[in-house]
């Protein structure tokens, strides 16, 4: 969900014309993300930044343009996959680099990094473990030491974070994360990190750091075949603007709002909720209670967020039915099945969307209605309670 502010930017764009590309001072051509670098180097203390299309091209191109036919040595408690199958040593492989895996799963130390470099070595490469935690013996090293050791080498530290993070997520009162800004004072000569996660911009992969590296990345013919469009610039510059007032990012950015808002609202939201839903849709019983919300989306994968659900239960179907239901009702509401009930997360609806959850749920639920359709999965449950 991008930012109204965001929305309104793109809609003047496509009405109107586009100055993307040109420097307005002197007319002449210009880089495509000029903008965006310059508000990365206000943000993160960056030299240069480049934007492809997402985290998964920012490695592709990192890789393919710094370390083809060269080696890349990456911890095995890193060897990640993300959703949708992105690996990273697939990832690797197709970039014409070769993995060099160092320590075990839950430790690995500076000494495995130093005794695996070699005469081909080009990258010692941090990559987050985004979603999910290794937790009991374990040990891995700080940044700050591996670029000592990469730069006493003369290799390149790249890190891929993740998540992309530009403020301390402490400041919300959330888990810590890495944060582009704290990797590039540790020594990274290069972060890469997606423009959709915590930056909560457009699907977008950015590469920040030195300048001569970045250059490298710019001038690679792939990097032609993994830039993004100009609606994609707009709305990141756009969005980066919002994250130059933390202070605001709470109000201007919907997931920010969404991830604060204090828990006493989203139980007194949930009370009045229930006792509409149950006033407008006969059939359905509902409540509310306490539960937890997770950020997911590859972003502080243990953190818990308090929240208020409410839950739902028809008399005529099934909660998987049910949900169903509401899920091909327009606009689609999307809710989770947990084991006998529908449950709405309030941290996940926007207080101006309620009037069109009570109405989503009224006219699924209603009894009077003629039951099923030509889809017969939505008959389960008939009769049954
Ligand atoms: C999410 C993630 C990626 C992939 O990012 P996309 O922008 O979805 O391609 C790569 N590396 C890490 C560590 C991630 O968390």
Redesign the pocket.
């Known amino acids: 969900m991008l930012a109204p502010s965001v929305i309104e930017a793109i809609r003047q764009q496509l009405c109107g014309y586009a100055t993307l590309a040109i420097d307005r001072q002197t007319g002449q051509r210009k880089e495509r993300d000029f903008h965006i670098e310059w508000l990365l180097t206000e943000l993160t203390g960056c030299e240069a930044a480049t934007l492809v ?7 592709l191109l990192t890789l393919t343009a710094l370390a083809a036919a060269k080696e890349v040595i990456v911890s095995r408690g890193q060897l ?1 996959e ?3 199958g ?1 690996r ?1 040593p697939e990832v690797m492989a197709q970039s014409g680099a070769r993995l060099v895996e160092v320590g075990t799963t839950n430790r690995t130390r500076l000494s495995d990094y130093r005794e695996a470099i070699g005469e081909n070595t080009a990258i010692i490469m941090r ?5 999910y935690r290794v937790v009991g013996f374990t040990a891995d090293v700080p940044l700050a030491d591996l670029a000592a050791l990469a730069h006493e080498r003369r290799l390149i530290l790249v890190d ?4 992309g993070a530009l403020h301390d997520m402490r400041r919300w009162d959330l888990p810590e994360e890495p944060t582009v800004l704290a990797s590039l004072k540790a020594g990274a000569d290069l972060v ?6 915590l930056l909560c911009g457009p ?3 950015l590469v920040v750091g030195r300048r001569e590296l970045v250059e490298r990345l710019r001038k690679h013919p792939l990097s032609r075949a993994l830039r993004p469009g100009k609606l994609a610039i707009l709305a990141l510059e756009r969005t980066l603007q919002l994250h130059l007032r933390p202070e605001l990012v709470d109000q201007t950015i919907p997931a920010y709002r969404m991830l604060t808002r204090p828990l006493d609202h989203l139980r007194k939201d949930a009370e009045t909720l229930a006792t509409r839903i149950r006033e407008a849709a006969s059939g359905v019983e509902a409540g509310w209670r306490d539960d937890v919300s997770y950020m997911g ?3 502080l994968p243990v953190c818990e967020v308090p929240t208020a659900v409410i839950w739902l239960r028809s008399k005529r179907w099934r909660a998987s039915g049910l949900s169903k239901k509401l899920r091909l009702h327009d606009p689609p509401v999307i809710p989770r099945v947990e084991h006998a009930e529908v449950i709405l997360d309030l941290r996940t609806i926007d207080p101006a969307d309620y009037d069109v959850v009570v109405g989503a749920v009224s006219s699924v639920a209603c009894p009077t209605c003629p039951v099923g359709g030509s889809d017969s999965q939505e008959q389960e449950g008939q009769g049954r309670r």
């Open positions: 299309n997402n985290n998964a091209a920012a490695t990640i993300i959703g949708g992105f990273i990559v987050h473990p985004s979603n891929d974070i993740g998540s890469l990190f997606s423009a959709d996660k699907q977008g992969g989306s590859g972003s």
